[in-house]
């Protein structure tokens, strides 16, 4: 069932909010982290995009905040021209839509007959150490609310039968996924990866439903959790991704 109208405007608006408030300051403020955070990730989804030199592309939602937060907003109902792009791409872009067949449906409206989508998502939160790890560093044995099992969120389309089900909905075939399996960096060190981890809305979310000596408390234990990750080549957690692929019917 298609989601109503304002609850999408609702959801939206929070996107917005959220990506023009503490996150986008928070991504510009460690711009060189996250420019690095996911670049092996980012190095086999560009391969498998295979953007040809004169192809049109529709990028929704590959960069660290301007691009994501439209991805989140414009991308479910804006006008695009019909059948005016050879591809479409999203790197981490794609999870927070309110209404995902909606605007899925609205992205193949955009692509040629034939035309391909290219996707990179989180795979399932358990096999990403990253969200796990951290999450669980935070939490200690305080009580903290569960990860969303529905609606935007970062692993919305972790399950290939779900993501599968939301395209085919959405006029896309040839739906496929490929496994990516490669580390996440979260700064060169363990002091500026406290900075990076602090700063996300994850972790803030959790530290908000603490009192003070709590939140203190799980500090201590995510900066005993980051120093165990520190390799030579950084602050590094084990992630895995999906690069789906699709062409429009």
Do not use: K
């Not at 986008?24 to 690095?36: C, E, K, L, T």
């Not at 086999?44 to 660290?64: I, K, M, Q, S």
């Not at 959405?170 to 060169?188: C, K, M």
């Amino acid at each position: 069932m298609a989601e109503p109208e304002e609850s999408r405007a609702g959801a939206n608006a929070e996107q917005a909010a959220e990506w023009d408030g503490p996150a986008g300051a928070h991504r510009i403020r460690y711009a060189a982290v996250f420019d690095a955070e996911d670049r092996p990730h980012n190095e086999r989804f560009r391969a498998a995009t295979g953007v040809a030199p004169a192809d049109h592309v529709l990028d929704v939602g590959c960069g660290t905040g301007q691009s994501t937060r439209d991805a989140a907003r414009d991308a479910q109902v804006h006008a695009f021209p019909a059948g005016g792009f050879d591809v479409a791409i999203s790197r981490f872009g794609s999870m927070f839509f309110a209404d995902p067949v909606a605007a899925f449906g609205n992205i193949a409206r955009a692509l040629r007959p034939g035309g391909r989508l290219v996707l990179m998502v989180w795979q399932a939160r358990e096999r990403n150490a990253w969200s796990t790890a951290i999450r669980d560093a935070i939490a200690g044995d305080a009580e903290v609310p569960p990860p969303p099992a529905a609606g935007p969120h970062p692993f919305s389309l972790g399950d290939p039968e779900v993501a599968r089900g939301i395209l085919a909905a959405a006029g896309f075939t040839e739906v496929g996924f490929a496994d990516v399996r490669e580390p996440l960096y979260y700064g060169p060190d363990a002091a500026v990866a406290f900075g990076v981890v602090r700063g996300l809305r994850s972790t803030r979310d959790l530290l908000a439903g603490m009192d003070a000596p709590a939140a203190e408390r799980a500090l201590g234990r995510l900066r005993v959790i980051l120093a165990a990750h520190q390799t030579s080549g950084g602050v590094l957690f084990d992630a895995r991704t999906w690069i789906i692929t699709g062409r429009r019917a």
